[in-house]
């Protein structure tokens, strides 16, 4: 019988691993293949670029999923049926809490879903929450690599990245106490909880709102994810997301 390729992904089920680290950029994808050992990669079609090879002897399939959602859904549902049992995503996100600095590494313990695709796939009473394996190991591989006491907690997936008109309450998720806004976990979790699998994330703060003189501050170009800073606190992110996906039982 002849192997078929994934539709979208194009790469053969049996290329891809069990355990898989998904990125929104397709040069992230990229960069984190470069930290793998015999990395191949096994599909490219539009924003989807997929690489696997195996760190400290187990093999991790790194697929790059794009911006929001909906696009990024596709390519969950296709690792999950090449056979991805545990995934994680790593991503940059604005931080929403003071103190909290650029570049700094943040686990996610769940996600508000404000994210436009995971109303079509359960009703909003669902929760979107991190597997309790993945947590544990994402701080212990933080401890591992210096950072004692990282910011840990709940993050806000939204559909929109530049503001409308519609207002934006921000305010209200900064004072529940909500970490991080980025678009793309809360549908992973949700799709992975659906069938018993394991996911959760890690993100790097590229910004605060909480502490930006404005809360539109993508409006006047302040925001800028391509300093120094955010490159070094990705790195360290891509690396503990590694850790733990190799850490994991």
Partial sequence: MTEEKLPVLRAYTSQIAERALVVGDPKRAELCAALLDGAEEVGYYREYRTFTGTYNGTP???????VGSAGASVAFHELFVGGVKT???????????KGIRDGDVIIATGAIRCDGTTPM???????????????????????????????????????????????????????AGVVA??????VLLVMASLRGLRAGGVLTSDGNLAESQSQVAMEDFAYDPHRDVVK??????????????????
Avoid at 87 to 97: K, N
Avoid at 161 to 166: C, N, R
Avoid at 232 to 249: P, S, Y
């Fill in 60 to 66: 991790i399939t790194i697929c790059s999923h794009g």
């Fill in 87 to 97: 995934v994680i995503r790593a991503g940059t996100c604005g931080a929403m809490q």
């Fill in 121 to 175: 796939l359960m009703p909003i009473e669902y929760p979107a929450v991190a597997h309790y394996q993945i947590i544990n190991s994402l701080l212990t591989s933080c401890k591992t690599n210096g950072i004692t006491n990282p910011p840990c907690g709940i993050t806000l997936s939204k559909a929109n990245f530049y503001p409308g008109l519609v207002e934006d309450p921000m305010e209200i998720w900064m004072d």
């Fill in 181 to 186: 806004v980025e678009q793309e976990l809360a």
């Fill in 232 to 249: 070094q606190g990705t790195e360290k992110m891509l690396r503990i997301a590694l850790e733990t996906l190799v850490d994991l039982d």
